[in-house]
């Protein structure tokens, strides 16, 4: 096959610009289970430049021709290629391994060498983008070191980009220190802050069924909206990153990131256009909008939790003490309950339910809309907790769709009324594209759109909204843990705390 034409199945939008993507970490688990799939989907459906390389760094001592396989490996493995696949053989081609510190000055000169060395063969024109897959203590030093060198510099109309993976800072003042260090270094557009959740195709379309139906706008806000429930449930526990979960705890790992991004994405405003700036401006008004709680709230309006053993499904499962890499008093919580206020005209006095957890009976992403009840009890023979509200349901994964659940007449010679749902699958309108979530993250950054990336103020307002609970917690050890069995829908606490505004938790 010739170096300039891939195998591509499918024709579909823009190409990418040209360009190199250096890889900090390419021996990790994300370049394997996500990036390289994802350069691979890219390239099926056509959007992947041919004047493009791949440089990964990384400590380990492998080769290039070891990595060259590993990329072949992964894209069979993570995205189903087939053993002869053309395109895999052309990402191969096209992936080159340094073996580097990350603090090494020489390191960094090396990679310099092999940037130009590239661009001239694979005729890159100078665009650069570098992906830190890296664990996050080095972040800052990375981009240190490409600046003092010279990498990060736009010049002759051709762009350097930086991806930062998360977690970005693991409190306020971290993330801070953070965005200060990087922005002494790159301009903030050239900055892009990932979060996963926003790769999602189901996640894009809040803004899309939002925005671009005339019907549901109207009745989004408190007149109709009597609550909102976000829910971001996992049957998995910590697997193998003990070490940096006992670090992290469920609140920091979810909350400022991917359950944050879905409040903002459900409660912002129509934005002017959907221009990077325009769509961040709203979703970071609202972040803004959030009341921060006074320490007192934190005791009734945040709940933690930490599994014990427990059965999820027909399986068995360890408490969280015992898995690896876990001290055996632990005090870090899997599962976190907030309940938060968004203090604007729109959503004054509508509580935004969020819950996150692992180990709970069903992976399930969600976010529920519950609107206020009819007006009067017309219906004066059916119990009110028979009148079932309206709830809009937007099932974000695994099983993506939206359903709008209504009360309708059971047929008969009285009138009986029952709940009934209307479903949308995405599945059966347009089918499944394998797809690992990154594909659409890596493109947007190699044609220069950050709408789906973080900016500096919306990362420090997510952070803003949890720092009284990291706070209160750090001074006020949880004494219950643990506190949920695996396989529950978490602890008793967190039912308690909707009760006490006479509702409940979704659980189906
Ligand atoms: C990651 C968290 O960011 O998101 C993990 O660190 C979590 O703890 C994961 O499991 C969830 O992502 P997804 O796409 O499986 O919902």
Redesign the pocket.
Known sequence: MSEEKPVFEQESGRMADRCIMVIFGASGDLTARKLLPALYNLGRNNLLPREFAIIGFAKDDITEEQFKEKVRNSIREYAGAPANCDLCDWLADHAYFLNGDFGAVDDFARLKSKVEELEARHHTGGNVFYYLATAPGFFGPVVKQLGEIGLTEEKDGHWRRVIIE?PFGSDLNSAKALNQEILGVLKESQIYRID??LG?ETVQNILVFRFSNGIFEPVWNRRYIDHVQIT?A?T?GVEK?GGY?ERAGALR??IP??VLQLVSLTAMEPPISFDADAVRDEQSKVLHAIQPMMPEEVLTRAVRGQYGEGMVGTEHAIGYRQEPMVDAHSNTETFVALKLLVDNWRWADVPFYIRTG?RMPKRS?EIAIQFRRAPFRLFRDTSVEKLTPNVLVMHI?PDEGISLSFGAKIPGAHVRLGGVTMDFHYADYFGTEPST?YERLLYDCMIGDATLFQRADMVEAGWGVVEPVLDVWKALPARSFPNYAAGSWGPKDADDMLKRDGRAWRTE
Do not use: S
């Open positions: 998360k996963h959740y999602k971001v996992e998995v990153r979960y790992d979810m990131n991917h692992k992403t994964q979530g």
